[in-house]
């Protein structure tokens, strides 16, 4: 599975759109994008997930350039409680055995 | 509908002795993960198993091991407790066995201490 790079730590105001980026310049064209979060003493929850085109759901939107090496997760009205640790993940398809390799992943801070 | 269940929430144990964990997974799911996530870090992957078979394994030692019920539910078993092996130990589950196109639900962990 491709590597990801995520910044350490991010900061955003409540109310205000949040958005964590993430490298993977070395994907492969099988390989999709996914995004969990985890919140203070919980599991890990999952937002989203994509191929080549954008995805929305009711959590956030997924922006993958077209050249498929970077992505952005978006979220459009941060509150409080999404202040949570931010994990952008690849996984091959048809091959991730129930696999998820967890990087350091991105801590998202929402200031009121 | 239940979410991914694990028993207990909570366990303390001294080095060189043995834990069983336990996890329900949600209904309806065949395929059961466990992760292993060391304070600071992101989790790590341990063992994954469908329909009852073992079907990947992450880099961890022979103390570790995991079985899956016919219910689907499953235990994951550590011998030998190690100062190292304080961490919470995660379940998820998921309908099929290959996450291609597919989420993993988390439970919310068993926090092992060992003193």
């Known amino acids: 599975d491709a590597k990801t790079t995520q910044p350490p730590s991010m900061d955003c105001a409540e109310g205000r759109a949040a958005n964590l980026p993430c490298n993977h310049s070395?994907?492969?064209?099988?390989?999709?994008v996914y995004w969990y979060r985890q919140i203070h003493s919980q599991g890990p929850q999952y937002i989203i997930h994509?191929?080549?085109n954008n995805e929305t759901n009711e959590m956030a939107s997924l922006i993958i350039t077209e050249d498929r090496k970077s992505s952005t997760l978006i979220l459009p009205h941060a509150t409080l409680r999404d202040t949570a640790v931010y994990y952008c993940?690849?996984?091959?398809?048809?091959?991730?055995?129930?696999?998820?390799?967890f990087g350091q992943g991105t801590i998202l801070t929402v200031h009121p | 509908d239940a979410g991914v269940t694990q028993s207990p929430t909570h366990l303390i144990k001294t080095r060189g002795q043995q834990v069983t964990l336990r996890c329900s997974p949600i209904?309806?799911?065949?395929?059961v993960s466990w992760y292993q996530q060391v304070l600071g870090q992101g989790p790590q992957f341990i063992f994954q198993?469908?329909?009852?078979?073992?079907?990947g394994r992450g880099n961890f030692p022979d103390r570790f091991s995991a079985r899956q019920f016919p219910n689907y539910s499953s235990e994951l078993n550590v011998n030998a407790l190690l100062l190292g092996d304080s961490a919470l130990y995660l379940c998820?589950?998921?309908?099929?066995?290959?996450?291609?196109?597919?989420?993993?639900?988390f439970g919310s962990g068993t926090q092992l201490s060992v003193l």
């Open positions: 070395t994907i492969s064209g099988n390989e999709y």
């Open positions: 998820a589950s998921s309908y099929g066995q290959l996450l291609t196109n597919e989420k993993l639900f």
């Open positions: 209904s309806g799911h065949k395929s």
């Open positions: 198993y469908y329909e009852k078979e073992e079907r």
């Open positions: 994509g191929l080549k």
């Open positions: 993940i690849v996984i091959k398809g048809g091959t991730s055995y129930g696999k998820l390799t």
